[in-house]
């Protein structure tokens, strides 16, 4: 049954095709202007002001009606107003928007495009910041994202929504649209691939398909190669932890390495690592089952990662990138791991398994040494890992920790692509925390400031896989927590739509692609 509704799934929600054209407002259809916040009273020119006359001031007085101020993040939707459809205003905020505001403009410019059954519609942005039509083509393209794959109350003779075109108008005109197709779009595309896979239910992606998904996502991209290692090539290489927390369910087990060699030949690349735990039961250290079912999110890491490296191939950035995806099901049964277990990790190290609901920190940890394996300039992994992140940043904030360097300069790449995260210490005195009795090392340690104690877990496999004679330096390292910013359960907003959010893709771009700068 199972199998059947994931074969038999319509296909996602289209999504509308971005243009730009000249700032000429056009003087029908269905129109979507931003507008400065003003004081009550006060009036506005340029575009506004061309509607207001043209409908003899009925545009004024809708606004003075619903006392519209242009706030950031308002909206006021007027239907069939000076010969228009529909005009939507949307709150830019006051003084000169920065590319954040931008981009959360577009974000309501999506929401409603997504939603709208008109073929066209005509953004019109006045303002004159550089680059300021492709931000707000980004917001829009994230904005509009829909999910309705599964949705069946449509009916034949309804015309879906959120078809057709979004044309922006700006200073820029046509011209933003080489910027737009040489860089934004395939970062939207990695963002939208890393929400399509994690808003899938865990009977639609497993390990052995978010393989398949992987490989048709990158058909067709240069400088690519993917590898996966099944469970025999784990098996021989001594990937203890992936076939330990895999081996409870039915579905096996996955390592998915994928390799894009965009910049100079030898080059070192930076490594992404991603938490691919397709779904989490919690395993025999079951969870409770009043949200379980927001485990099938477990695998956002693993999404990220390897939308991230989608993104740079698709914009063919001159950089040399991996992505290093631990894709399992943590399942309870028979077979299933056991708390008191021991397992041998790629490298040679062993854990003692405590808990089995803390088994991201255990696939991660083959992960890292086969990251490592590839030699990197960096390695940055990504995970939704503890829920003590919550406790500590809420659900909007990464929390960042490893080498303070590379900490710093995740920290700055976020703030850079409009991404919150917050860099957070790693005290020396958790590593005796995780002591254990009869192995290397516990898989859990201290409560108290848990995930920077799942992260000083993590730092214990950086290089493992290293000889001792190997005079090689330490491979820098940062871990990011993503487990609240990973999915929003509240309204959307700005460019975030509710549930899946593709968090981190347009950091990783970023930090990868300034050090190539």
């Not at 959360?104 to 410019?109: A, E, K, M, T």
């Amino acid at each position: 049954f199972a199998a059947l509704i994931a074969c038999t799934a319509l296909p996602a929600a289209a999504q509308r095709d971005i243009r730009f054209e000249s700032p000429q407002a056009p003087t029908s259809g269905t129109l979507v202007l931003a507008v400065p916040q003003v004081a009550d009273g006060e009036a506005r020119g340029g575009t506004f002001a061309q509607i207001d006359a043209a409908s003899q001031g009925a545009l004024s007085r809708a606004v003075a009606a619903a006392a519209f101020t242009g706030r950031a993040d308002s909206q006021l939707d007027l239907p069939g107003i000076a010969g228009f459809d529909r005009v939507l205003l949307v709150g830019a905020g006051d003084g000169a928007p920065d590319a954040r505001r931008i981009e959360d403009i577009g974000g309501h410019v999506g929401r409603f495009a997504a939603r709208s059954k008109a073929p066209r519609i005509d953004v019109l942005w006045e303002g004159a910041e550089a680059g300021a039509a492709t931000q707000l083509a980004f917001g829009a393209a994230l904005g509009q994202y829909r999910f309705d794959k599964y949705r069946t109350t449509r009916g034949d003779d309804e015309p879906a929504a959120g078809q057709g075109e979004l044309v922006v108008r700006s200073p820029a005109g046509a011209a933003a649209a080489q910027d737009w197709d040489g860089d934004w779009k395939a970062v939207a595309e990695g963002v939208k691939f890393a929400r399509d896979l994690v808003t899938e239910p865990a009977n639609a992606v497993w390990p052995e398909e978010f393989v398949a998904r992987t490989r048709a996502a990158f058909a067709g991209k240069a400088n690519v190669s993917i590898e996966v290692l099944d469970v025999p090539a784990m098996e021989r290489l001594g990937m203890g932890s992936l076939l330990a927390v895999g081996q409870g369910s039915a579905r096996p087990p996955r390592m998915l390495i994928v390799r894009y060699n965009g910049g100079a030949r030898g080059e070192a690349p930076v490594a992404f690592v991603g938490k691919g735990i397709t779904f989490d039961s919690g395993g025999l250290s079951l969870k409770p089952g009043e949200n379980m079912w927001r485990m099938k999110y477990d695998m956002t890491g693993a999404a990220s990662a390897t939308g991230a490296v989608l993104a740079l191939a698709g914009r063919r950035a001159p950089v040399n990138a991996v992505a290093v995806a631990a894709l399992a099901e943590n399942m309870p049964s028979g077979t299933a791991i056991r708390p008191s277990d021991v397992i041998t990790m790629y490298g040679g190290k062993t854990v003692e398994v405590m808990n089995t609901d803390a088994e991201g920190r255990v696939v991660m940890a083959d992960a890292l040494v086969a990251a490592t394996d590839e030699r990197p300039d960096a390695v940055l992994d990504v995970a939704t890992l503890t829920g003590a992140q919550l406790v500590a940043l809420g659900v909007r904030h990464t929390g960042v920790m490893g080498d303070d360097a590379l900490r710093d300069e995740v920290v700055a790449a976020a703030d850079a692509a409009g991404e919150l995260a917050w860099g957070m210490p790693l005290p020396e005195q958790l590593r005796a925390s995780l002591n254990s009795r009869v192995a290397d090392i516990s898989n859990m340690g201290d409560r108290f400031g848990g995930m920077m104690t799942a992260a000083t877990f993590l730092r214990e496999f950086v290089d493992a896989g290293r000889s001792e004679g190997d005079a090689a330096a330490r491979t820098p390292w940062a871990h990011l927590d993503i487990a609240g910013p990973s999915f929003n359960e509240s309204a959307a907003y700005g460019y975030t739509p509710q549930d899946a959010t593709g968090v981190m893709v347009r950091t990783l771009v970023g930090l990868i692609e300034g050090r190539a700068r």
